[in-house]
């Protein structure tokens, strides 16, 4: 034996943290030749057989004492070279592998650098699985960053989960483990073994894995993300080109889960999702989808917002090939894709990356910090270069694999606060005494930044629900960056308003005016999302007062204001039906309420003709965030709770006229100034009969006449049917 009595410890023991510097095939030093070692628990007996090399021998590796370590030397050559092992089992089966131990590094200075700097921002072509062929042989190289683990071993199907055949190598002071596996390719699963700071044996999934088992199973799988035949370039050289703030944007919010099934426990895959999403979203005359998360999570509850998986598509719809056709899909049919990203906390499971190494590494020791109290969850500790760098790779590898259009950062007030939803004595204020996440700041920043400037075209979207100055402004001049930003101001004010029975609103018509007091200080998105149809909140139809008619009249002027008002829009799936329940992620959508009498199909169409009109007409899109696009007409007729304004391009063009009559009391002969004589064509009545409505209204149109009033050169004598929203547009 060679080795030292430390040495073979180390090995049996498996504690090595270099055991590559052991095994494998190394020079014996002083003396001529080679010797070659190889822990292999199930072998009987090993053979070393040269690969390229024909004039060099095989020779006989022989079990040292009782341990699982074989040892051979050989006097043919003192230079090392490329071999295979042969290994017979105690069963009598034999195989030939190449030694995982005698392959060099998959990882440089220049990428363990970039990844402790924090700059390595395609740490998915790095950690994690990486199918790879090196010297001929195919295989998979692994890496991992667990800086305070005493070893890390890969386990799967292809060494029988066993963490004594596989232990990885510590490189340098980076904190990463790598080792290249021959062999181990697409579909096999795979965990981390690893030994923790405290000396605590753990299973844990990767966390850059591709693709996971569907849960509770945890392991991740071996997978090529790479390999989908793309067949949207037209699209992507046209979102390059678009400027979103002066592009049309109307957002149909969708949980996979829970749109379609094909069954009552069996949802679509993302493959089969593809084509009847498509066609709906066509056909109601949406621009963009947005998924609620759809990175993989094992508490389906969570509604995806809790990841254990921040690179992994979720496998319970499919392959990540699937979701990325459905991507495409959606691409070709000229429709942007949106996702739910959430960077702001993750949960405790500890088989994903809470105490990964068994240390606070994801996460801040201190839980005034690193714990999210409302959800359980803990709070990424944003000032650490490998967490930060570990997130806006995250995002630049959505854009990247999966050709994603969009992020919709979720609850981005909790990293702005240190005191979010904390009593005094609960958060730690910042350096200077303040509230302000410092790091989180700076973090969204670069994500902001790096995302948009490596990705032309794509949006981030933050969902904040505070006062924040400068969420959508460029880092340069303070701002946070972001493309976006719901308006949770605007969606509150309106929704309390519906609520109101006619006759008291009178008295709360400033509730549907306010918004436009700030709405210039950033660049708003109304959103009527998910959030506002769960926990006891109704439907947006059972928010509605009155009867029946009533009710579904409400929710048309609702969406129409929603649609008209400056801003681009977000509507969650069953809004555009008159969906009665709450939303339910363990059932589909209440299709069937469009066979149940004309109100839900009214509905629908109405949904479908705003959004035909809506993208038709610039005035309605183009200059949502310039001044010179709105004016109110006349705001201040409460006692009828008549509201009117004027959409228009920045040069005054293209111009519409959006009448709000939010009482059921119809209004004949009301005058209301317009920008010009002549005729105005009455291009929506949300009254009209195809919506179910009483079909009252101007009988296509109004003439203006050159009598001044609103403040306008012209006006005309509108009918307002009762509950109602009337567009009107110049001939």
């Known amino acids: ?417 240190l005191d979010y939803s904390r009593k005094q004595g609960e958060w730690i204020p910042n350096q200077y005494g303040g509230r302000e996440n410092l790091e989180a700041i700076e973090f969204l920043k670069k994500f902001n930044h790096i995302t948009q400037t490596e990705y032309p075209g794509v949006v981030t979207i933050a969902e904040e629900s505070t006062a924040w100055p400068q969420v959508t402004r460029p880092p340069y001049i303070g701002g946070l960056g972001f493309s976006f930003k719901w308006n949770m101001g605007w969606m509150h004010d309106t929704l309390g308003y519906f609520k109101h029975e006619p006759i008291h609103r009178k008295f709360h018509q400033n509730d549907l005016t306010f918004a436009m007091l700030y709405h210039y200080h950033e660049n708003f998105v109304l959103p009527l999302s998910h959030d506002e149809v769960v926990h006891g909140k109704c439907s947006l139809l059972g928010r509605m007062p009155g009867d029946e008619w009533q009710k579904f009249a409400n929710l048309r002027v609702l969406i129409g204001y929603q649609w008209l008002f400056p801003g681009k829009k977000l509507m969650f799936m069953g809004g555009e039906l008159g969906q009665r329940a709450e939303w339910n992620e363990n059932s589909q959508l209440d299709w069937w309420l469009l066979d149940a009498g004309p109100f839900h199909r009214g509905m629908q169409r109405f949904v479908a003709d705003l959004n035909q009109l809506y993208t038709a007409s610039p005035g309605l899109w183009q200059s949502d965030y310039d001044p010179a696009g709105f004016t109110w007409l006349d705001c201040s007729d409460h006692d009828q709770s008549v509201l009117s304004f004027l959409r228009q391009t920045s040069d005054g063009k293209n111009q519409t006229v959006v009448i709000l009559n939010l009482t059921p009391v119809p209004r004949p002969n009301y005058r209301m100034g317009v920008p010009k004589t002549g005729f105005w064509k009455e291009v929506l009545n949300s009254d009209a009969s195809v919506y179910a409505g009483s079909n009252s209204g101007n009988s296509g149109g109004v003439m203006a006449e050159n009598h001044p009033s609103h403040n306008q050169p012209a006006s005309a004598a509108f009918f307002l049917p009762p509950l109602s929203v009337s567009v009107f547009q110049a001939a």
């Open 1 to 417: 034996m060679i080795l030292t009595a430390d040495e073979l410890r180390s090995l049996v023991e498996v504690k090595h943290q270099s055991p590559h510097s052991l095994l494998g095939m190394h020079p014996l030093g002083d003396q001529t030749g080679l010797v070659v070692r190889a822990l292999l628990p199930d072998a009987r007996q090993v053979e070393v057989c040269p690969v390229h090399e024909a004039d060099k021998p095989a020779f006989e590796l022989k079990r040292i004492s009782n341990t699982d370590v074989f040892e051979g030397v050989t006097k043919a050559a003192t230079s090392v070279y490329a071999y295979d092992l042969v290994i017979t089992n105690h069963q009598g089966q034999t195989w030939r592998t190449r030694d995982a131990f005698s392959f060099l590094p998959t990882l440089g200075e220049a990428d363990l650098y970039l990844l402790g700097k924090g700059d390595e921002r395609k740490i998915y072509e790095k950690l994690g699985a990486q199918l790879r062929t090196i010297d001929g042989v195919n295989g998979t190289s692994f890496a991992v960053w667990a800086p305070n683990a005493q070893r890390v071993s890969v386990v799967g199907d292809f060494n029988s989960w066993d963490g004594r055949v596989h232990p990885m190598r510590l490189l340098g002071t980076s904190g990463v483990w790598e080792i290249f596996i021959p062999g181990a390719g697409p579909g096999n699963h795979y965990k981390f073994e690893i030994r923790d700071a405290h000396g605590h044996i753990k299973l844990n999934t990767d966390p850059c894995g591709f693709f996971f088992e569907v849960a509770p199973k945890q392991a991740a799988i071996v997978w090529n993300t790479q390999k989908f035949q793309w067949t949207d370039a037209a699209w992507l050289q046209k979102r390059r080109e678009r400027d979103s703030l002066r592009s049309p944007m109307s957002i149909y919010e969708v949980h996979v889960g829970s749109w379609q099934k094909k069954a009552a426990a069996e949802s679509w895959s993302y493959r089969e999702l593809a084509k009847p999403l498509v066609e709906y979203v066509t056909r109601l005359g949406f621009t963009h989808v947005e998924f609620l998360p759809v990175a993989e999570h094992a508490f389906y509850p969570s509604w995806g917002y809790q990841v254990t998986g921040f690179y992994a598509p979720t496998s319970r719809f499919g392959t990540p090939d699937d979701f990325q056709f459905l991507v495409n899909a959606l691409h070709e049919a000229g429709i942007g894709v949106i996702v739910d990203w959430v960077p702001a906390h993750f949960p405790r499971d500890t088989w994903a990356l809470a105490r990964f190494d068994g240390t606070a590494l994801y996460e801040h020791e201190d839980p005034r910090k690193g714990a999210h109290q409302d959800w359980g969850t803990l709070i990424f500790n944003f000032s650490r270069h490998e967490v930060s760098n570990f997130l806006v790779a995250n995002a630049l590898y959505w854009c990247d694999r999966y050709h994603i259009d969009g992020l919709r950062v979720d609850a981005v007030a909790s990293m702005l606060y």
